[in-house]
């Protein structure tokens, strides 16, 4: 299974790029999140997410892990198929969708092409519970870099998750607090939904 491409982008198209690696050219379907960052005759690094159907190999690539994992827990979702996906992700950052899902934003994720009311609705109801662990684990990496002034722990990690969505300092801290006072003794991804649904009503 092919897990990272690493070539020269030879061609792209409407929502495929062609990456040459070593003389042979891998057709890749991509977001246009992930079309924007690549030009024709520069390198480019690609996470694959490598499918086989019957006879056919499909590859699918992202400039970021953190998108191919939420492009294989969209189709968790009966009725999101690759296509489906592809589209959300090109219609939403990882960073939007977290806080659509959070929050319960249907309408943001009516913005991807396929997506209707009811799906969308679906997408929320299912994936709602997890998208605050997607949260920690796509910005684990970058957490350390951010200055939290919450304790160590479970609050901490929340503070660092809302930092990295673009909320300021002041009011990640102020959230989880509130998230805190009421909820006591909770986990990272209860303070997080919590402390979204706060900020959301806002």
Known sequence: MIGKLFGIVDSLGEDHAIIDVGGVGY???????????LSVGTSAALTIDTRI??????????AATEEREWFRLLQ???NVGARVALNVLSALSSRELERAIA?????????AQGVGPKLAT????????????????????EASSIPVTAPRGPESDAVAALLKLGYSQIQAAQA?????????????ETLIRESLRTMGRL
């Open 103 to 111: 929050l319960g934003d249907k309408a943001a994720l009516g913005r």
């Open 53 to 62: 159907n019957d006879e056919t190999i499909r590859l699918y690539g992202f």
């Open 76 to 78: 968790s979702v009966q």
């Open 122 to 141: 679906r997408i929320v109801t299912e994936l709602k519970d997890k998208a605050p662990s997607m949260m920690l684990r796509g910005h684990a990496d």
């Open 176 to 188: 989880v607090a509130g998230a805190v006072r009421e909820f006591g003794a909770a986990s990272a």
């Open 27 to 37: 057709f890749v379907q991509c977001p246009s999140s992930t079309l924007a960052r």
